[in-house]
């Protein structure tokens, strides 16, 4: 599984971003897909993840409520809509997919495959 994450750039405090992750496998729509971000000097965190359906997502806390996951499995595509950003959301941010039925717990290590990261800056 290939994926190609876009969408990233600058940004002042308060606005918005959209993040596109497309996937190169047949099998997309049976994975679990994942949002990853890593700033400068700390280690990857999770930030949000969907079901193979789009049912379920789930959002980190420091996220919720400003960030959106959502797919389209038609499109080979995972999204991340982030709103209300703040400077402490500047990281890459990288796009991952699970075959885990534990997708929604958020750990590096049920993501064999990632995207190469896109860069969102965040200035005050």
């Known amino acids: 599984v290939q994926l190609q994450a876009s969408g990233g750039g600058s940004v002042q405090a308060g606005g918005s971003l959209g993040l596109s992750c497309v996937a190169s496998?047949?099998?997309?729509?049976?994975?679990?897909l994942g949002w990853f971000r890593q700033a400068p000097g700390k280690e990857r965190e999770f930030v949000a993840a969907?079901?193979?359906?789009?049912?379920?997502?789930r959002h980190a806390d420091s996220v919720k409520g400003r960030f959106t996951i959502s797919r389209d499995n038609a499109k080979n595509t995972v999204y991340l809509q982030m709103n209300s950003l703040k400077p402490e959301d500047t990281a890459v941010y990288f796009c991952?997919?699970?075959?885990?039925?534990?997708?929604?717990?958020?750990?590096?290590?049920?993501?064999?495959?990632w995207g190469q990261g896109t860069l969102v800056t965040v200035s005050s």
């Open positions: 969907i079901s193979w359906s789009a049912v379920n997502t």
């Open positions: 991952a997919a699970s075959m885990s039925g534990t997708w929604y717990r958020g750990r590096i290590d049920d993501y064999p495959y």
């Open positions: 496998s047949r099998s997309f729509s049976t994975y679990g």
